[in-house]
């Protein structure tokens, strides 16, 4: 059965450079063929029958525009119990970050794919190293080419290709292409030359107006839930009274301030690069307000705690005056003293 897999292919003129560049002389080793020469965005494995339509629909949804690559220095990696390999290095560009998510949400979306968890890393095979070789020779390989660079190249497609094993040896096909919107040039512009290349810059750079990838809802999803359920273990846990109530209130807010950072983070991740649009803006203004919230909870239940222990030590509340200093306006300026001084007691101080 065929093994399929999402790439972008690379102009001819590309795969010369890139042939050219190929070490020869190191023993061991395999170099990629030509026609293995290419970037590659998702291997998709086995494919069942009867998802072969879904997963044709599925990437035919995504729309994005075709951007440029800058192919740059060469490198290895090598796993654990894997071959090691000698690549090309592609310069991250946002555009071929954010088409990466967008296809992997929707196969998602269509079959249930499970993407890799590892940060996706562009790079373009030259060669695979079988058998152990001299460190120095693929040292001095690497020192040697360590400026090869390949001037910006316009992708406009990724490609769906199936491949099949003949004595080793792997043939592939061509199963279906899928096209990236043309650049063109701004209204009232025409065809002018210029326009188009400043549409270029605009699109290698990540600042077009192409919506962000749809996000990930179970990641979220899982994020609230897990903060909701925390909420509730919490509450049911000072009412049963298996932990005194001033712990649990410690203890929920620090797992809200840990969430809420968590969530945050994860989406800065997600979008990094891509341009937000009015709606985005909006949802990290929320979620910057909610984890500045729950941080804010977080410092004023620490106190309790850090308070009592410092008297414990025999540090008396001068030192401490500065750090607890909005606590108590807060005591002091708003209807919370009550709350406050029964949470504080709670800790044994006042």
Aim: glycine letters at 6%; hydrophobic letters at 45%; one cysteine or more.
């Amino acid at each position: 059965m065929p093994l399929y897999f999402l790439i972008i292919p690379l102009p001819d003129e590309v795969k010369d450079r890139l042939v050219a560049v190929q070490p020869r002389d190191i023993p061991g080793m395999r170099l990629a063929g030509r026609e293995e020469m290419h970037l590659t965005l998702y291997s998709l494995g086995e494919i069942a029958p009867q998802d072969d339509e879904a997963v044709r629909k599925a990437l035919a949804s995504v729309k994005a525009n075709a951007f440029t690559i800058t192919i740059s220095g060469v490198g290895r990696f090598q796993l654990e119990g894997e071959p090691q390999v000698l690549w090309a290095g592609v310069e991250g560009n946002p555009c071929l970050f954010a088409l990466h998510h967008s296809i992997g949400a929707a196969l998602t979306a269509a079959i249930g794919f499970q993407p890799e968890e590892h940060r996706y890393s562009p790079h373009i095979t030259l060669a695979r190293l079988n058998s152990p070789v001299p460190p120095d020779a693929v040292e001095s390989y690497l020192e040697h080419n360590r400026g090869f660079l390949i001037p910006p190249v316009l992708l406009k497609r990724f490609v769906l290709y199936s491949s099949v094993a003949v004595d080793g040896v792997p043939q592939y096909r061509e199963e279906a292409p899928f096209p990236l919107t043309p650049p063109t040039a701004p209204d009232g512009q025409g065809g002018n030359d210029n326009a188009g290349a400043e549409l270029l810059m605009t699109i290698e750079s990540g600042k077009n107006d192409r919506p962000l990838p749809e996000p990930d809802w179970r990641l979220q999803f899982s994020v609230r839930s897990l903060l909701v359920l925390t909420f509730a273990v919490a509450v049911w846990l000072s009412i049963c009274r298996m932990v005194p109530q001033h712990i649990a209130v410690f203890l929920l807010g620090i797992i809200l301030a840990a969430g809420a950072t968590y969530s945050l983070i994860r989406l800065k991740r997600k979008v990094r690069g891509c341009r937000l649009r009015r709606l985005d803006r909006l949802a990290f203004a929320v979620l910057w307000t909610l984890t500045l919230f729950s941080w804010a909870f977080f410092y004023v239940v620490s106190v309790g705690p850090v308070v009592a222990v410092a008297h414990t030590a025999g540090i008396h509340d001068e030192p401490l005056r500065l750090f607890y200093a909005p606590v108590k306006w807060l005591h002091d300026l708003t209807p919370l003293a009550k709350p406050l001084e029964a949470y504080a007691e709670a800790w044994g101080w006042r």
